[in-house]
Structure formats: structure tokens, C-alpha cells
């Protein structure tokens, strides 16, 4: 067996490899999501006078299905129409996410969007005061990087993987949100990115006659983007093998010094 071409393909990009199990992402006994409907399975509905619905069915949600393809516990702290600034200022003490209970090994970040449509400034990685969280600037940034803090507070060795927008969406806009998340992965450690903008699928008209309901994903949608992260998670882990070796250690009193 040559592990080397088994585990490394050459040339290897992060989605090349498809993985429907979890793939190396099952290290993790426990993962969060923090996102808005994207995150929480939301569908759309329409009345018979053309009204619109939205509606949170978190059992569709892709952290849940990666959950039940992998075999791992995925607690989803989101909700449609989430922002960094809603969920640092009240939706993270709602849903528990600070709590001894449901401290994670990896938390998986999924916001930026509702915050490009709101038009609240992206901000840029100088926002951002890793020694005193409070004092970060009132951006998508600032926000972004207190909840990063705050969790490593309680779980100070998690990792973290950070998703940006593909590159089919948000403009410029997406483009500065990709750079700063990027830029954290500088300021903090252990946190990764997920960069479905360079290497994701464009969601173009043929993505969406097949992956949507009206301006959200469908249930087939869902089980499509748990593939997207836990197939990119496993790329990440296979190339990085040496930064996840502890894994198991994450949320006990033991390492191996």
C-alpha cells in the first residue's frame, strides 16, 4: 500500500474527493453549527396567494445529516436569518451554545450572509482584539471573532472551520467576507477555512433547478452541502494530519505533551 498516494492524491483540490460518511471529519465526537437558515434546514413555502413561509426544519438541516452520515453529534445553533451581531447580543445565550452541555470539539461557522444583505460593514481583521473581546469594532468582523473568542473561553483547544459564499454570490461584498475570514485564521489558532468561493460550486441556474426551493435550498440541497463540508473537513484533516492528532483529548484534562 503507497499511503502516501492514498491519503494525498497529487494535485489533490479539497473537494475532489467526495466523501458520504463523514470521512476523517468522524474524529470529531462533537461539532457545533452556528448559522442562519442555511444552517437550520429552512424551506419555503407559498399560501395560495402567493404569501411566503419560512420555516427552520433543523432534522433537514445539513449539520443534521452530517450527524446521521457520520455517526457524530452536530448541535445546531442557528437560525433563519441569523447575523454575528444577533447571535453574540442574545440568540447564543437562547440556545445554549456557551453551556458545559454542549461544548464542541469543532464548531463549524456559517454567517456573513444576512449581514451583506443588511448591508452592515464587513470590517477587516483591524476590528478585531483578541486580548479584550468587548472592544472589537461593531462590524461583520467584530462580531465574527467575539464569538470565536468566547468559545475558546470554554473550549479552548476546538477547532474551527470557517465557510465563506460561493463564488457565484454577494459580488465585492463576498469577496471582503472571504478575506476576512481568511484573516482569522491568522489571529487565531486552530480555525480553518472552508472556501467554497475558490473551490465550491457555482450556484448558477443549474445548481438551483436542482438543489432549491425558491431562494432556499431543498431537502436534496441539504444533503448535498453536508457532503460539500464534511468532504472538505476531510481534505483538511488529511493534509494536516500532525495539527489533528489530539483530537480525542479536546474537552478532557489529558494531552500528550
Not at 22 to 49: M, Q
Not at 113 to 126: D, F, L, S
Not at 207 to 235: M, P, V, W
Amino acid at each position: 500500500m503507497d499511503l502516501q498516494k492514498l491519503l494525498y492524491p497529487e494535485n489533490e483540490k479539497p473537494l475532489d474527493n467526495i466523501v458520504c460518511d463523514g470521512g476523517y471529519a468522524r474524529i470529531f465526537r462533537t461539532v457545533g453549527c452556528i448559522g442562519d437558515s442555511l444552517s437550520s434546514g429552512e424551506f419555503e413555502s407559498r399560501d395560495a396567494a402567493g404569501n411566503i413561509g419560512y420555516h427552520d426544519f433543523y432534522e433537514y438541516s445539513w449539520g443534521q445529516y452530517i450527524a446521521r452520515n457520520a455517526g457524530i453529534t452536530v448541535y445546531n445553533f442557528s437560525r433563519g436569518g441569523m447575523t454575528a451581531k444577533e447571535f453574540m447580543e442574545s440568540f447564543a445565550d437562547s440556545c445554549g451554545v456557551w453551556s458545559d452541555e454542549k461544548k464542541c470539539q469543532a464548531y463549524i461557522l456559517a454567517l456573513g450572509v444576512n449581514e451583506i444583505y443588511q448591508k452592515m460593514p464587513v470590517g477587516t481583521i483591524a476590528d478585531v482584539d483578541t486580548e479584550n473581546p468587548q472592544n472589537n469594532k461593531p462590524t461583520f468582523a467584530g462580531y465574527y471573532a467575539q464569538i470565536i473568542s468566547r468559545l475558546k473561553t470554554i473550549q479552548p483547544d476546538a477547532k474551527f472551520f470557517l465557510v465563506n459564499t460561493p463564488s457565484s454570490e454577494n459580488g465585492e461584498e463576498g469577496d471582503a467576507h472571504a478575506k476576512v475570514l481568511e484573516d482569522m485564521t491568522r489571529v487565531f489558532d486552530n480555525a480553518y477555512v472552508i472556501d467554497l468561493r475558490k473551490y465550491g460550486p457555482a450556484y448558477d441556474a443549474e445548481f438551483r433547478k436542482n438543489f432549491y426551493l425558491g431562494g432556499h435550498l431543498n431537502a436534496a440541497g441539504y444533503i448535498f452541502t453536508a457532503q460539500i463540508i464534511t468532504s472538505y473537513i476531510d481534505y483538511i484533516v488529511r493534509h494536516n494530519f500532525e495539527d489533528f492528532a489530539q483530537t480525542g483529548f479536546i474537552g478532557t484534562p489529558f494531552k500528550y505533551n
